[in-house]
């Protein structure tokens, strides 16, 4: 270890980070293009369609989009193919493998960003994870890659826990810094959740936007002076398939599933509001609870940023009365449903009017299911 200092065993987030591709999608250019390809689809299979043997595709409203999940554009690694309506996915180049991939070409930038903000030297870092809720490959992880991009030593391994991948990076980072196994972890969620979403799936195709964060979980004897104290963390899962994505290695056992739609992000959007939302509730209360802090106290709630009403449903139900955007903030309206990126994005534009010794809430939730928590004191 290059410092001097005692270590403290008491875990503490040091800074954020956050890399957005420069192209934007907005609820109109998405639903132009999926109507278009609606219209032609329909067109195409017009005789079939009259005869009953295929059913007719409805068009998408941008109307539906705004209410049903407050998403108002989303940021993506390539538009001009998402929004074609002959390809509706998007294209990235193939990449030698001397290249770095785009998980960790994106992973590095959200790195860069956190590291600098703490200014932390690389050879502190011990630890690299990679958070997310997709991976490029199986092997070597993309972690690794990162470490070796940035020049970190000690060692890197990819995590997937959906949507609550970086709130479960956050405990097992903190988990290190508590058992004296590493000093500084850096929490990486690279989200191109352009990749597993199906454009062409109406109930969905509005949902999710790309984005990498970066979160630096250090020990309290070497943070800098301004950070956040993480006071507790705590996970939760509980087995549904109401989210999934049954893309993977063993689909080339099974050719005859090759290319469905269930190979991409499916959900049944209903029944996880209506059970994922008290879930989420209970958990802010008694964790706030279990760490001796009235719920009350808790001056900002960072939430996952899936659907605007259901977060005001979660809070709803944690705390009895509405709770407004000021204490609760939204990012999905201008970035989508970022899948694990979505809380930490809310807490890295959502801190700097916070005061020394307040307390916020940190909570992602999402496929397994999963839940993430962790309370944080702002220093
Ligand atoms: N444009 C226009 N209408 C649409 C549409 C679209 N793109 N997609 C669906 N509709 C229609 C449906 O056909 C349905 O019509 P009907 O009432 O005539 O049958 C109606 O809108 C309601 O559809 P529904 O799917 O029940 O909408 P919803 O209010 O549940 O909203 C979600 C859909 C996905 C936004 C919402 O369920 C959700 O966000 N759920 C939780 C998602 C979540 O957190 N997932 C975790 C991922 S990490």
Redesign the pocket.
């Known amino acids: 270890m290059s410092h001097n200092k005692t270590l403290a065993g008491r875990p503490v987030i040091s800074s954020t980070g956050l890399f957005t591709p420069a192209e934007t999608i907005t609820n109109e250019e998405l639903?132009d293009s999926?109507n278009r390809y609606v219209e032609r689809f329909n067109a195409e299979n017009a005789d079939a369609i009259a005869a009953g043997d295929t059913a007719a595709l409805?068009?998408?409203?941008v109307?539906?989009?705004e209410k049903?999940?407050g998403i108002k554009a989303r940021h993506v690694m390539a538009k001009e193919p998402i929004l074609d309506p002959g390809t509706m996915e998007p294209r990235l180049p193939e990449r030698s493998n001397e290249e770095l991939s785009f998980m960790a070409e994106i992973g590095v930038k959200a790195a860069r960003q956190a590291l600098e903000q703490a200014g932390r030297d690389v050879a502190d870092v011990d630890a690299v994870l990679c958070a997310a809720?997709n991976m490029e490959r199986p092997y070597p992880a993309m972690a690794i890659e990162i470490q070796q991009e940035l020049g970190i030593e000690g060692f890197a391994f990819d995590m997937n826990v959906?949507?609550s991948s970086a709130t479960f990076g956050i405990q097992t980072a903190a988990d290190y810094i508590r058992s004296g196994n590493a000093k500084s972890v850096l929490v990486v969620s690279p989200e191109i959740t352009s990749g597993h979403l199906n454009w062409r799936d109406?109930?969905?195709?509005?949902?999710f936007g790309d984005v990498a964060t970066a979160v630096l979980v250090e020990d309290a004897a070497i943070a800098p002076d301004t950070h956040w104290d993480i006071l507790g963390t705590r996970l939760k899962t509980v087995f549904s398939n109401n989210?999934r994505n049954n893309f993977g290695f063993l689909n080339r056992a099974s050719p005859e599933g090759e290319g469905k739609a269930d190979k991409l992000?499916v959900?049944e959007?209903?029944k996880?509001?209506k059970e994922?939302v008290p879930m989420v509730a209970e958990m802010i209360v008694t964790e706030a609870e279990r760490l001796g802090i009235d719920p009350q106290a808790l001056r900002r709630l960072w939430l996952?940023q899936?659907?605007a009403?259901?977060n005001a449903m979660i809070l709803k139900l944690a705390f009895g009365e509405e709770v407004g955007a000021d204490r609760a903030p939204t990012v999905l309206d201008r970035l989508g449903?970022t899948?694990a990126a979505g809380a930490i994005i809310a807490l890295e534009e959502n801190h700097r009017d916070m005061k020394s010794g307040e307390y916020g809430l940190l909570c992602a939730?999402?496929?397994g299911y999963s839940i993430g928590g962790a309370l944080l004191r702002m220093m």
Do not use: K, L
């Not at 109406?202 to 949902?207: C, L, N, V, W």
């Open positions: 639903v999926f409805q068009p998408s409203s109307e539906f989009i049903a999940s809720s959906a949507c109406r109930d969905s195709h509005f949902i989210i992000f959900q959007g209903r996880v509001f994922v996952h899936a659907n009403r259901m449903n899948a939730f999402g496929a």
